[in-house]
T-cell receptor
Framework: GEDVEQSLFLSVREGDSSVINCTYTDSSSTYLYWYKQEPGAGLQLLTYIFSNMDMKQDQRLTVLLNKKDKHLSLRIADTQTGDSAIYFCAESPNTGNQFYFGTGTSLTVIP | EAGVTQSPTHLIKTRGQQATLRCSPISGHTSVYWYQQALGLGLQFLLWYDEGEERNRGNFPPRFSGRQFPNYSSELNVNALELEDSALYLC?????????????FGDGTRLSIL
């Protein structure tokens, strides 16, 4: 299977920017996704980026994609306590429809 | 528009029993996916159904099975339950199975094996 890696933990102060990183292995991946999981809930789709894009911005969220290094990042501007959650990146290779998820990064926002 | 709904929210079973988990996809979605999220682990892909057929299967034993009904809802069945089956089981749906459409998740069923 594919290998999608994320760091496990990140702590930031309220109001600062958060950057969550992800590396993936399948260069044929056409779509890359970011999901948010709050305690006791399922995964909420935050945003996704096509592999022919370098950057996508959506309000406080900025996704950067470096295809050469197979590196994806999610930047959250002005991080709030409500942003505390686990963030998963996922890739969808061009073959078939299976998603491969990272292990998730637990973001803690300190008031 | 209603999201993906799963039932029950919680399920408590004992070793050796059988569990049935249910999922209703977003209206118009034909693909349903099942994932297992065990404590401390990421999401492990279980099964993918599209148009009533099993399209792909993750690395799980045959006692994990399921089906998709004509209305695109789905069931996940786990037979001969073992302690390590305790996990959050997540269902997701997407518009169709071959075009990398985003998957939308339900809130999951938490299965506890005593």
């Amino acid at each position: 299977g594919e290998d999608v890696e994320q760091s496990l933990f990140l702590s930031v102060r309220e109001g600062d920017s958060s950057v969550i990183n992800c590396t993936y292995t399948d260069s044929s991946s056409t779509y890359l996704y970011w999901y948010k999981q709050e305690p006791g809930a399922g995964l909420q789709l935050l945003t996704y980026i096509f592999s022919n894009m370098d950057m996508k911005q959506d309000q406080r969220l900025t996704v950067l994609l470096n295809k050469k290094d197979k590196h994806l990042s999610l930047r959250i501007a002005d991080t709030q306590t409500g942003d505390s959650a686990i963030y998963f990146c996922a890739e969808s290779p061009n073959t078939g429809n299976q998603f491969y998820f990272g292990t998730g990064t637990s973001l803690t926002v300190i008031p | 528009e209603a999201g993906v709904t799963q039932s029950p929210t919680h399920l408590i079973k004992t070793r050796g029993q059988q569990a049935t988990l249910r999922c209703s996809p977003i209206s118009g979605h034909t693909s349903v996916y099942w994932y297992q999220q065990a404590l401390g682990l990421g999401l492990q892909f279980l099964l993918w159904y599209d148009e009533g057929e099993e399209r792909n299967r993750g690395n799980f034993p045959p006692r994990f099975s399921g089906r998709q009904f004509p209305n695109y809802s789905s069931e996940l069945n786990v037979n001969a339950l073992e302690l390590e089956d305790s996990a959050l089981y997540l269902c997701a749906s997407s518009l169709e199975g071959v075009s990398n459409q985003p998957q939308h998740f339900g809130d999951g069923t938490r299965l506890s094996i005593l």
